[in-house]
């Protein structure tokens, strides 16, 4: 039980990592806050959580919005009086879009929901926290840029927020690190959504040692627990690979 008596949210809690997470960190005796837009898919975890005996609360939610994401923290502290950890998971991909053909339009749906909706959720977050654990899912995307021109940025400037609040709280009881996921089967990179990503996906494939097998959200999760749970209390601002070493 690595997390009992906490209370944490986790964002992107409908599917994949989010998913696998938010029932992991039930698992381990956490109170758990599932957010994101698809409530019949929310509910569906929630039930999963129930079925063994979890805490769970389902906040539906688009955390693209400032006030949205207020809202998140403020019904979670209603509900059980303290935030300990939050996962910052929600994303999209962005079909490993080169820059020659991104629109500004899809840069900037991109850059909405994978790196400022972290912003505004975990400045509301930390206006409410005393103590506890940041974590932002970024990717390995946002360490090599091997990814598309919005993703890539936007993953990246997760990896800078990570620190830049790492710094700002270290010694203040919030610590905050990143974990950035390999290729992980989800729903974000199914063989039909891959069969919609732009050519520039397999020149990016070329930088990987495709022959390694892919992570699973079982080991996304597992990871994501160590940076929440008081086993890490020493660590801030580490960014974590999480990639069955297809990177190296």
């Not at 991909?93 to 994978?114: F, G, R, Y």
Request: net charge negative; charged share 20%.
């Amino acid at each position: 039980m690595r997390l009992e008596n906490k209370v944490a949210i986790v964002t992107g809690a409908s599917s994949g990592i989010g998913a696998v997470t938010a029932e992991l960190f039930a698992a381990q005796g956490a109170s758990v806050v599932l957010v994101a837009r698809r409530i019949e898919k929310l509910n569906q975890v929630a039930n999963n959580i129930r079925n063994k005996n979890g805490t769970v609360k389902v906040i539906q939610a688009d955390v693209t919005s400032e006030d949205e994401c207020k809202r998140i923290i403020s019904e979670t502290i209603d509900e059980f009086g303290h935030l300990d950890i939050l996962v910052n998971n929600a994303g999209i991909a962005d079909k490993h879009m080169p820059i020659t053909k991104c629109s500004t339009e899809w840069w900037n749906e991109v850059i909405l929901v994978d790196q400022t909706s972290v912003f505004y959720l975990t400045k509301a977050a930390l206006a409410n926290m005393t103590k506890g654990s940041i974590v932002n899912i970024s990717s390995i995307g946002g360490v090599f840029g091997s990814a598309g021109i919005s993703y890539s940025a936007a993953k990246s400037a997760l990896i800078g927020m990570t620190k830049n609040i790492a710094i700002q709280y270290a010694g203040k009881g919030i610590r905050c690190n990143a974990v950035c996921p390999g290729p992980t089967p989800t729903e974000l990179n199914t063989p039909e959504k891959l069969a919609t990503f732009d050519e520039f996906a397999a020149q990016c494939a070329k930088h990987m040692n495709m022959g390694l097998p892919h992570t699973t959200a079982e080991q996304q999760a597992q990871s994501i627990l160590f940076f929440a749970s008081d086993e890490s209390e020493g660590v801030t601002g580490q960014i974590l690979v999480v990639d069955n070493g297809i990177t190296l």
